[in-house]
Protein backbone atom coordinates (compact mmCIF):
# COMPACT_ATOMS: atom_id res chain seq x y z
CA UNK A 1 0.00 0.00 0.00
CA UNK A 2 1.14 3.10 -1.04
CA UNK A 3 1.30 6.46 1.76
CA UNK A 4 -1.15 8.18 1.88
CA UNK A 5 -0.68 11.38 0.12
CA UNK A 6 -4.08 13.69 1.04
CA UNK A 7 -7.16 13.01 3.26
CA UNK A 8 -10.07 14.63 4.67
CA UNK A 9 -11.33 14.02 8.08
CA UNK A 10 -15.52 14.26 8.82
CA UNK A 11 -15.19 17.09 6.53
CA UNK A 12 -18.15 19.75 6.28
CA UNK A 13 -18.53 22.64 4.01
CA UNK A 14 -21.47 24.90 4.18
CA UNK A 15 -22.70 27.63 2.82
CA UNK A 16 -24.98 30.76 4.11
CA UNK A 17 -25.88 30.57 7.53
CA UNK A 18 -29.38 29.74 9.62
CA UNK A 19 -32.12 28.33 7.83
CA UNK A 20 -30.91 29.29 4.68
CA UNK A 21 -27.50 27.34 4.85
CA UNK A 22 -26.74 24.53 2.81
CA UNK A 23 -24.57 21.64 3.21
CA UNK A 24 -21.98 21.19 -0.17
CA UNK A 25 -20.28 18.35 2.09
CA UNK A 26 -21.69 16.53 4.98
CA UNK A 27 -18.72 14.51 6.96
CA UNK A 28 -16.77 13.39 4.43
CA UNK A 29 -13.65 10.95 5.10
CA UNK A 30 -11.29 9.94 2.30
CA UNK A 31 -8.16 9.25 1.80
CA UNK A 32 -6.10 9.51 -1.72
CA UNK A 33 -2.16 7.22 -1.55
CA UNK A 34 0.41 8.11 -3.81
CA UNK A 35 -0.21 7.15 -7.40
CA UNK A 36 -3.85 6.57 -6.77
CA UNK A 37 -6.74 6.84 -9.43
CA UNK A 38 -9.94 7.93 -7.74
CA UNK A 39 -13.27 8.93 -9.16
CA UNK A 40 -15.68 11.17 -7.75
CA UNK A 41 -18.88 10.14 -9.14
CA UNK A 42 -22.04 12.24 -8.70
CA UNK A 43 -24.60 14.31 -10.45
CA UNK A 44 -24.54 18.14 -10.54
CA UNK A 45 -24.79 19.44 -6.79
CA UNK A 46 -23.45 16.40 -5.10
CA UNK A 47 -20.73 17.53 -3.76
CA UNK A 48 -17.70 16.48 -5.92
CA UNK A 49 -16.56 20.19 -7.33
CA UNK A 50 -16.58 21.23 -3.98
CA UNK A 51 -14.25 18.11 -2.89
CA UNK A 52 -11.91 18.82 -5.45
CA UNK A 53 -11.39 22.04 -4.26
CA UNK A 54 -10.87 21.70 -0.58
CA UNK A 55 -8.41 18.97 -1.48
CA UNK A 56 -6.78 21.28 -3.84
CA UNK A 57 -6.58 24.05 -0.85
CA UNK A 58 -8.46 26.20 -2.65
CA UNK A 59 -11.75 26.76 0.44
CA UNK A 60 -11.75 25.98 3.72
CA UNK A 61 -13.63 23.18 5.43
CA UNK A 62 -16.83 24.79 7.93
CA UNK A 63 -15.50 21.70 10.25
CA UNK A 64 -13.06 18.58 10.08
CA UNK A 65 -9.56 18.48 8.51
CA UNK A 66 -8.09 18.33 5.27
CA UNK A 67 -4.30 16.79 5.40
CA UNK A 68 -1.26 16.46 3.11
CA UNK A 69 0.88 13.89 3.50
CA UNK A 70 -0.54 13.99 6.91
CA UNK A 71 -0.47 17.49 8.40
CA UNK A 72 -3.42 19.83 8.06
CA UNK A 73 -3.66 22.47 5.80
CA UNK A 74 -4.94 24.62 8.45
CA UNK A 75 -1.35 24.49 9.71
CA UNK A 76 0.34 25.51 7.09
CA UNK A 77 1.35 29.24 6.55
CA UNK A 78 0.70 31.24 2.95
CA UNK A 79 4.24 30.46 1.50
CA UNK A 80 3.93 26.46 2.31
CA UNK A 81 0.45 26.66 0.76
CA UNK A 82 2.19 28.56 -2.15
CA UNK A 83 4.48 26.19 -2.36
CA UNK A 84 2.16 23.06 -2.26
CA UNK A 85 -0.12 24.65 -4.91
CA UNK A 86 2.84 25.84 -7.08
CA UNK A 87 4.50 21.85 -6.62
CA UNK A 88 2.41 19.59 -5.30
CA UNK A 89 -1.12 20.05 -6.46
CA UNK A 90 -2.22 21.08 -9.74
CA UNK A 91 -6.10 21.62 -11.17
CA UNK A 92 -7.22 21.08 -14.38
CA UNK A 93 -10.62 23.19 -14.36
CA UNK A 94 -13.64 21.89 -16.31
CA UNK A 95 -13.41 23.66 -19.62
CA UNK A 96 -9.55 24.44 -19.00
CA UNK A 97 -9.84 27.67 -17.82
CA UNK A 98 -6.51 28.72 -19.93
CA UNK A 99 -5.47 32.53 -20.10
CA UNK A 100 -7.42 33.67 -23.23
CA UNK A 101 -5.10 36.21 -24.28
CA UNK A 102 -2.29 33.72 -24.43
CA UNK A 103 -1.41 30.92 -26.53
CA UNK A 104 -0.84 27.56 -25.61
CA UNK A 105 2.71 27.83 -25.12
CA UNK A 106 2.56 31.38 -23.08
CA UNK A 107 -0.23 29.35 -20.89
CA UNK A 108 2.27 26.53 -20.60
CA UNK A 109 5.01 28.93 -19.87
CA UNK A 110 3.35 30.57 -17.41
CA UNK A 111 2.80 27.96 -14.94
CA UNK A 112 6.40 26.74 -15.72
CA UNK A 113 7.59 29.86 -14.25
CA UNK A 114 5.76 30.36 -11.02
CA UNK A 115 6.43 26.24 -10.30
CA UNK A 116 10.00 26.93 -10.38
CA UNK A 117 10.44 29.90 -8.51
CA UNK A 118 14.13 30.98 -8.45
CA UNK A 119 14.77 27.93 -10.59
CA UNK A 120 14.61 26.18 -13.82
CA UNK A 121 11.70 24.54 -15.06
CA UNK A 122 11.77 20.89 -14.66
CA UNK A 123 10.48 20.39 -18.40
CA UNK A 124 10.30 23.23 -21.03
CA UNK A 125 6.97 24.28 -22.10
CA UNK A 126 7.31 22.82 -25.82
CA UNK A 127 8.48 19.87 -24.68
CA UNK A 128 4.84 19.52 -22.80
CA UNK A 129 2.92 20.69 -25.48
CA UNK A 130 4.82 17.97 -27.83
CA UNK A 131 3.88 15.50 -25.06
CA UNK A 132 0.31 15.86 -25.78
CA UNK A 133 0.29 16.29 -28.86
CA UNK A 134 0.08 19.59 -29.74
CA UNK A 135 3.76 20.40 -30.45
CA UNK A 136 2.10 21.89 -33.49
CA UNK A 137 -0.19 24.37 -32.16
CA UNK A 138 2.53 26.73 -29.90
CA UNK A 139 1.39 29.94 -31.39
CA UNK A 140 -2.83 28.84 -31.15
CA UNK A 141 -4.56 31.29 -28.93
CA UNK A 142 -7.56 29.20 -26.55
CA UNK A 143 -10.63 30.57 -29.27
CA UNK A 144 -8.27 28.87 -32.02
CA UNK A 145 -7.77 25.63 -30.53
CA UNK A 146 -10.78 22.70 -30.39
CA UNK A 147 -12.73 21.87 -26.81
CA UNK A 148 -10.11 18.64 -27.02
CA UNK A 149 -6.96 20.68 -27.61
CA UNK A 150 -7.64 23.38 -25.09
CA UNK A 151 -7.67 20.51 -22.83
CA UNK A 152 -4.74 19.06 -23.64
CA UNK A 153 -3.16 22.60 -23.45
CA UNK A 154 -4.90 22.80 -19.00
CA UNK A 155 -3.19 19.09 -18.84
CA UNK A 156 0.30 20.18 -20.34
CA UNK A 157 0.27 23.46 -18.04
CA UNK A 158 -0.51 21.04 -15.22
CA UNK A 159 2.12 18.97 -16.00
CA UNK A 160 4.70 22.09 -16.07
CA UNK A 161 4.22 22.01 -11.87
CA UNK A 162 5.24 18.34 -11.71
CA UNK A 163 2.52 17.60 -9.54
CA UNK A 164 1.88 14.53 -6.88
CA UNK A 165 -1.74 14.95 -7.01
CA UNK A 166 -3.65 15.78 -10.06
CA UNK A 167 -7.14 17.23 -9.80
CA UNK A 168 -9.34 17.49 -13.20
CA UNK A 169 -13.00 18.59 -12.63
CA UNK A 170 -15.45 16.86 -15.47
CA UNK A 171 -12.30 16.41 -17.57
CA UNK A 172 -14.89 15.29 -20.84
CA UNK A 173 -18.06 17.35 -19.87
CA UNK A 174 -17.89 19.59 -22.74
CA UNK A 175 -16.04 16.92 -25.43
CA UNK A 176 -17.17 14.74 -27.48
CA UNK A 177 -17.16 10.82 -26.84
CA UNK A 178 -14.26 10.68 -29.05
CA UNK A 179 -12.22 13.16 -28.00
CA UNK A 180 -13.44 12.53 -24.61
CA UNK A 181 -11.60 9.20 -24.87
CA UNK A 182 -8.58 10.69 -26.29
CA UNK A 183 -8.41 13.10 -22.99
CA UNK A 184 -8.99 9.98 -20.67
CA UNK A 185 -6.48 7.68 -22.67
CA UNK A 186 -4.18 10.90 -22.19
CA UNK A 187 -4.31 11.27 -18.66
CA UNK A 188 -3.99 7.51 -17.92
CA UNK A 189 -0.67 7.38 -20.15
CA UNK A 190 0.84 10.69 -18.26
CA UNK A 191 -0.24 9.07 -14.89
CA UNK A 192 1.49 6.08 -15.87
CA UNK A 193 4.62 7.87 -16.49
CA UNK A 194 4.72 10.29 -13.78
CA UNK A 195 3.50 8.50 -11.25
CA UNK A 196 0.80 11.26 -9.80
CA UNK A 197 -2.00 10.66 -7.70
CA UNK A 198 -5.53 11.46 -10.06
CA UNK A 199 -8.64 12.54 -8.68
CA UNK A 200 -11.19 13.10 -11.44
CA UNK A 201 -14.78 14.49 -10.59
CA UNK A 202 -17.53 13.07 -13.16
CA UNK A 203 -20.83 12.46 -13.63
CA UNK A 204 -20.30 9.95 -15.83
CA UNK A 205 -19.77 6.26 -14.85
CA UNK A 206 -18.34 5.06 -17.89
CA UNK A 207 -15.33 7.60 -16.87
CA UNK A 208 -15.42 6.48 -13.78
CA UNK A 209 -14.67 3.27 -14.58
CA UNK A 210 -11.30 4.17 -15.78
CA UNK A 211 -9.95 4.75 -12.77
CA UNK A 212 -9.13 2.25 -9.93
CA UNK A 213 -11.59 3.33 -6.99
CA UNK A 214 -14.53 5.11 -7.17
CA UNK A 215 -16.82 7.05 -4.49
CA UNK A 216 -20.29 7.89 -5.11
CA UNK A 217 -21.19 11.13 -3.43
CA UNK A 218 -24.95 12.20 -3.08
CA UNK A 219 -26.41 15.22 -1.01
CA UNK A 220 -23.04 15.99 -0.26
CA UNK A 221 -21.66 12.09 1.48
CA UNK A 222 -20.00 9.02 -0.09
CA UNK A 223 -22.49 6.77 -0.39
CA UNK A 224 -20.50 4.11 -1.66
CA UNK A 225 -16.86 3.12 -2.81
CA UNK A 226 -16.01 0.66 -5.23
CA UNK A 227 -12.69 -0.72 -5.77
CA UNK A 228 -12.07 -1.94 -9.57
CA UNK A 229 -11.35 -5.56 -9.84
Known amino acids: MKNVLAACRG ?21 IHEEDGLALLGRSGS ?18 TVEWRG ?32 TGFENVAFAARVAAGDGDPPFA ?14 DHLP ?6 EAQRVAIARALAQRPKLLLCDEPTGHLDSD ?11 L ?29 G ?3 SEEVAA
Open 191 to 219: QREFAFALVVATHDVDVAARLRRAVQLHD
Open 221 to 223: RVS
Open 71 to 102: RPLATLDAAARGALRAHGIAYVFQGGNLLPHF
Open 11 to 31: VVVRYGEGEAAVRALDGVDLS
Open 179 to 189: TGERVLELLAA
Open 125 to 138: PAELLELVGLGAKL
Open 143 to 148: AELSGG
Open 47 to 64: GKTTLLHLLGGLVEPTAG
